[in-house]
């Protein structure tokens, strides 16, 4: 992600392609200017997960979400990344959204809030859910989906994509525009797909 003139990378899958050795944990910072990278000193902290979803606060901060695990399984720890400081664990309040990986992170700045949406869950299972997380007081609520809490069902085709993860998107002013990704498990029943 982009923070200023820097763009911050973490984590990502190694060359063993899956297992403990393969999940990365190390962060790098590129100085856009002197095209120099500078490596964060690892600390208990940082989340030792690939596939995760960041939602850039600032030039300065980043909250993540979620992603998948050294052992194959989907995550959910919340983090906080500054950029003067590194990696913070976040321990939020009250309900959580299920653990996933391959999800959409979009940050609403006027609120203040990062909302999760889909992604893949262990059993595997498809995820058509929305969660918001309010950023002052790190509490989630259900915004649509199965969960009791939720303020609304799901919202499934034609009104919406349904279940999916892994898709790609880009953000255009207030909205997130996501396209293509799995929306069928037989799509991860291959020897290089998601096992969960």
């Known amino acids: 992600w982009?923070?200023?003139?820097?763009?911050?990378?973490?984590?990502?899958?190694?060359?063993?392609?899956?297992?403990?050795?393969?999940?990365?944990?190390?962060?790098?910072?590129?100085?856009?200017?002197?095209?120099?990278?500078?490596?964060?000193?690892?600390?208990?902290?940082?989340?030792?997960?690939s596939h995760l979803a960041v939602a850039a606060l600032d030039?300065?901060?980043?909250?993540?979400?979620?992603?998948?695990?050294?052992?194959?399984?989907?995550?959910?720890?919340l983090y906080e990344f500054r950029v003067g400081g590194g990696w913070e664990k976040v321990l939020p309040a009250g309900q959580r959204p299920q653990r996933r990986t391959g999800h959409v992170a979009v940050l609403d700045q006027p609120t203040n809030s990062l909302?999760?949406?889909?992604?893949?869950?262990?059993?595997?299972?498809?995820?058509?859910?929305?969660?918001?997380?309010?950023?002052?007081?790190?509490?989630?609520?259900?915004?649509?989906?199965?969960?009791?809490?939720?303020?609304?069902a799901a919202i499934l085709p034609p009104f919406g994509p349904g279940n999916v993860a892994f898709s790609g998107g880009i953000a255009s002013g207030m909205y997130k525009l996501i396209f293509g990704g799995v929306s069928s498990l037989a799509c991860l029943e291959t020897p290089s797909g998601v096992k969960m």
């Open 59 to 77: 030039d300065s901060q980043a909250v993540v979400f979620g992603g998948k695990a050294e052992t194959d399984t989907a995550v959910g720890g």
């Open 115 to 152: 909302y999760i949406s889909f992604g893949l869950t262990e059993g595997p299972s498809l995820l058509s859910d929305t969660w918001k997380l309010n950023l002052e007081s790190f509490k989630w609520t259900c915004v649509h989906g199965s969960h009791s809490t939720c303020a609304a």
């Open 2 to 49: 982009r923070a200023g003139f820097k763009i911050i990378v973490h984590g990502g899958q190694g060359a063993a392609g899956k297992g403990s050795s393969s999940v990365l944990q190390d962060t790098w910072a590129l100085d856009l200017f002197t095209l120099v990278w500078r490596q964060y000193s690892v600390s208990d902290s940082i989340p030792v997960v």
